[in-house]
């Protein structure tokens, strides 16, 4: 009889030992890359326009990317095109909604608020699924949700729950929640990519469609809003977001995305938090109170459960 064993039980087999060490460890310093990313936008606000740094971040990757990709493109060009719609909307996802909105955001309020806002995703990453796959996630996963949105409110009431009933958010929290959903989206849509592209071309597709998406927005606001100079402040900035975070942090992202899957990939999420406030204290200056560190244990507590708890066989979570 010929053995024929499902995805989920060759990701297992897959993920042990080592393989899984390195996949998480890889996670975590997409993570942090991507922290440095709210960090500079924080540093930067005001000299740099947003869409005009994430656009041309975007080019940058494109071109950094381009040389590992051409050999591929004659051959998995016409999957690709074939496959349009679904690259175009992952794209539109993370580059226009995931991403670009960060910068818009970090105008308006600071990085430790904005990584608070965006500790929600593996909850929103946990309802997408389910929209749209009907995928279950288990009661483990679901309280580990739960315990870390407590602890998010706890930062924002900063120790007082009360203080929640008043609590009015700016328009950076409002562009960090769009952003959350963008990358909840691209998480979970990963999934719907032709496995047999390689990753680095739909990479590269990814950020060539994104500046086809981002160019009306960026001739708007140059034209109307702030045009972007260059100097030294644009250059540096241009070139982090589009090599360490828009190449390196995202290429991790994917990779660790597909091996554990979005829900469980999603929920280091968290980690982000601690990473940007510790950054935040020493390039920003920002101060570290004794809710922070409660708050922070409730968190890693609802990491743990969303990390640990796996479905059982048979089992379904409504």
């Known amino acids: 009889m010929v053995n024929i064993e499902s995805p989920n039980s060759?990701?297992?087999?897959?993920?042990?030992?080592?393989v899984l060490v390195w996949t998480i460890a890889l996670l975590l310093v997409s993570q942090a890359l991507f922290g440095s990313n709210q960090i500079m936008g924080r540093l930067i606000e005001g000299a740099v326009p947003p869409i005009g740094l994430s656009f041309w971040r975007w080019i940058i990757a494109t071109l950094v990317v381009l040389p590992f990709t051409i050999k591929y493109i004659r051959k998995f060009g016409p999957i690709i095109i074939q496959e349009w719609r679904i690259y175009l909307g992952i794209s539109f996802c993370l580059i226009v909604?995931?991403?670009?909105?960060?910068?818009?955001?970090?105008?308006?309020?600071?990085?430790?608020?904005?990584?608070?806002v965006s500790s929600v995703q593996p909850?929103?990453?946990?309802?997408?699924s389910w929209i749209l796959y009907r995928e279950f996630v288990t009661k483990g996963q679901?309280?580990?949700?739960?315990?870390?949105?407590?602890?998010?409110?706890?930062?924002?009431?900063?120790?007082?729950?009360?203080?929640?009933?008043?609590?009015?958010p700016n328009p950076g929290d409002i562009w960090m929640v769009v952003s959350v959903i963008g990358f909840s989206?691209?998480?979970?849509?990963?999934?719907?990519?032709?496995s047999s592209v390689p990753a680095i071309l739909t990479l590269n597709?990814?950020?060539?469609?994104?500046?086809?998406?981002?160019?009306?927005f960026y001739v708007w606001e140059f034209l109307y809003s702030q045009p972007m100079d260059l100097n030294n402040v644009t250059v540096i900035s241009v070139l982090w977001a589009g090599i360490m975070v828009a190449v390196a942090a995202v290429g991790l992202w994917n990779y660790a995305n597909l091996k554990l899957g979005a829900n469980k990939a999603s929920g280091t999420i968290h980690l982000r938090l601690i990473m940007i406030t510790i950054m935040a204290i020493i390039f920003l200056g920002e101060r570290l109170e004794l809710f922070h560190f409660i708050a922070f244990g409730i968190i890693m507590l609802g990491v743990f459960a969303i990390t640990r708890a796996t479905p059982e066989r048979g089992s379904r979570t409504k």
């Open 10 to 18: 060759l990701r297992k087999k897959e993920l042990t030992g080592g």
């Open 205 to 216: 597709v990814i950020q060539f469609l994104g500046i086809i998406l981002l160019l009306p």
């Open 97 to 116: 909604l995931g991403n670009t909105t960060i910068y818009i955001a970090l105008n308006y309020t600071t990085a430790i608020n904005a990584a608070i």
């Open 185 to 194: 989206l691209y998480a979970v849509l990963l999934k719907k990519l032709p």
């Open 142 to 168: 679901i309280a580990g949700a739960g315990i870390a949105v407590v602890g998010i409110l706890y930062i924002i009431s900063r120790g007082d729950f009360a203080a929640l009933i008043t609590l009015r």
């Open 123 to 128: 909850a929103v990453t946990f309802a997408l």
